[in-house]
């Protein structure tokens, strides 16, 4: 596949672009709901918990390739709060499997510059995965690349619903007027303070629905949906997504510039 470079927008670093990617219009966050791990196990006969094991091999892939090609933050749905009732089995998988993951790939993640952060209600996640988290997220916190935030026991609802009692709790103590809280001060509270909402947002599998994830943030980002098992997404699905998103107009509720100089012609 040929390529072109670019400087990043940072001027760290080269980035290689596949020539059929508009370097200037690609997104600045993308958010992936990673679906499909289970079913591509078992059209191979194999138990669900290889399915899991390959979908950390395509989120590698796509935390590279995004680096690569200078996209600032990729965020993952990587376990639901509803994912606790699966069996306990392979809850009990997942959780070793983070923990796993992370000691493996902490000294590359560092080396990479990537920023990574655990996005969710971490209290209730097991002891030594939580002292994992810690120690990943402090290690890498000055990393001055990608931002690659994983959602864990994440669910949107309950993320807005601790906004609101956090924004709640300050009112009555005097610290904010109720009258004044905006969407900005709104978004504060969120896990995803110090990011911009997600621009796009691919989800595998042929789902369509978004499942309970950054129900705030994706407000307007643009959706794409495929068809392909989570564990087989690989560089031209994510090339795929990204030319389908430079395909879209955004006009964020507005309309777009040709409309509207013929509607005021």
């Not at 990204?242 to 309309?255: A, H, P, T, W």
């Amino acid at each position: 596949m040929s390529r072109h470079l670019a400087i990043s927008t940072d001027n760290s670093k080269v980035c290689k672009y596949p020539d059929d990617l508009d370097p200037n219009r690609l997104p600045s966050h993308v958010a992936v709901i990673m679906d499909g791990n289970g079913r591509w196990a078992q059209a191979r006969g194999l138990p669900r918990m290889m399915g899991h094991r390959a979908g950390v091999e395509a989120l590698k892939t796509t935390l590279r390739l995004c680096s690569e090609w200078g996209i600032r933050a990729l965020t993952v749905y990587a376990f639901s709060t509803e994912n606790w009732s699966r069996p306990e089995d392979e809850v009990s998988f997942l959780m070793t499997l983070f923990e796993r993951v992370l000691q493996s790939q902490l000294e590359s993640l560092i080396k990479e510059q990537v920023c990574i952060k655990f996005l969710g209600d971490l209290e209730v996640l097991p002891d030594k995965l939580r002292e994992l988290i810690d120690e990943a997220t402090h290690s890498t916190s000055r990393n001055s690349g990608i931002h690659f935030n994983v959602c864990t026991n994440y669910g949107g609802r309950r993320e807005l619903v601790l906004a609101a009692q956090k924004l709640a709790a300050r009112s009555v103590k005097g610290e904010l007027n109720p009258e004044l809280i905006d969407e900005n001060i709104f978004a504060s509270e969120l896990f995803t303070a110090s990011e911009v909402d997600p621009d796009l947002l691919i989800r595998t599998s042929g789902e369509r629905r978004i499942s309970n994830f950054l129900l705030w943030q994706l407000a307007y980002a643009e959706i794409h949906i495929t068809d392909t098992l989570w564990p087989d997404f690989d560089e031209s699905s994510l090339k795929e997504a990204l030319i389908d998103y430079q395909s879209r107009c955004r006009r964020f509720g507005g309309l777009d510039r040709i409309n509207s100089n013929h509607l005021h012609s």
